[in-house]
């Protein structure tokens, strides 16, 4: 797949709001759930999405939750249109290349982001979280092939640092650096390697290789709101133990969802507990900052 990005491209966000100011509406040919609205379409872009409600479950305030069957994603200015699963997922084919906006509409929702750049051929996994009429993009994953030039946006989760190299996970998408690796924060402020923090909202520029990203500059976003801390009592169930990244489900009960939980280098364990130690059926209080795709970091486990 190629997925060339020039630097300098941003992807914008732009709020819409119900009953007014927005843009003309797109004819809509609808599509299966999940599948493209506009079989044999041009040849273009293919972006491959994740929609998530921002709004969670009372006793999970900050979680996110799959959209329910009738959300609908518009290509704005085309006839590309398809409905979102009730998975979350969806799949654009033959969008055009060049900046395009992406409207979600229904479920109480009606917003638009703006993806730039894309470039026939190209394939972009995308995570968005829709809230009324705000859109807010958690990840943009454009792969490429050794040598082409990638922009990625997301959290900082799963960092591990060694010496001047570090690697952190963008959502699923592995990035690796070192010395050469720039750091610069918001009004081109001056950051290091040692900036870099779990949780932080950061813009990657860099370069595939060997079927890796590397990173050739980074832009730390301080500025972006903070996620709240939460605190959870629950069980663990299908724990994956790989110490120090860990991923459980933490079962809450009283008819909730399980939550997903994931560790690092950075969690800290309390009272006995160790990051090897942690087994299911363990009954276990869980501290940590709700992430944009849906998990909780554990920055404290403890019994």
Do not use: W
């Not at 040849?43 to 006793?59: D, F, K």
């Amino acid at each position: 797949m190629r997925s060339a990005l020039a630097f300098g491209l941003a992807c914008t966000l732009i709020a819409v709001g119900c009953g007014g100011g927005s843009p003309t509406s797109p004819s809509m040919m609808t599509g299966m759930p999940g599948t493209p609205g506009t079989p044999g379409a041009t040849p273009g872009a293919t972006i491959t999405g994740s929609v998530t409600n921002a709004s969670g479950p009372a006793a999970l305030p900050t979680a996110s939750r799959p959209y329910e069957v009738g959300l609908m994603v518009h290509v704005v200015g085309t006839n590309i249109s398809v409905a979102v699963g009730p998975n979350g997922q969806f799949v654009l084919q033959g969008v055009p290349a060049g900046d395009v906006q992406l409207r979600f509409t229904g479920d109480g929702c009606d917003a638009v982001l703006t993806l730039s750049g894309l470039k026939t051929g190209d394939t972009i996994q995308i995570k968005v979280t829709v809230r009324g009429t705000m859109a807010t993009l958690d990840d943009d994953s454009r792969d490429g092939d050794d040598g082409e030039q990638v922009v990625l946006n997301g959290t900082v989760s799963e960092l591990t640092r060694s010496g001047s190299a570090f690697s952190f996970r963008i959502g699923s998408q592995l990035v690796n650096g070192d010395a050469t690796t720039e750091f610069f924060g918001d009004g081109n402020r001056s950051e290091s390697v040692e900036s870099l923090a779990n949780g932080l909202r950061v813009e990657v520029k860099g370069e595939m290789r060997g079927g890796q990203l590397f990173a050739l500059r980074i832009h730390i976003n301080r500025n972006a709101v903070p996620q709240p801390e939460v605190e959870l009592e629950g069980t663990i169930s299908v724990l994956t133990p790989a110490c120090p990244s860990v991923a459980f489900n933490l079962v809450v009960g009283g008819g909730q969802p399980a939550q997903p939980v994931v560790t690092s280098a950075a969690t800290s364990y309390l009272a006995g507990l160790s990051c090897g130690s942690l087994k299911n059926g363990d009954k276990v209080r869980v501290k940590g900052s709700m992430q944009t795709d849906g998990r909780l970091f554990a920055l404290q486990i403890k019994r």
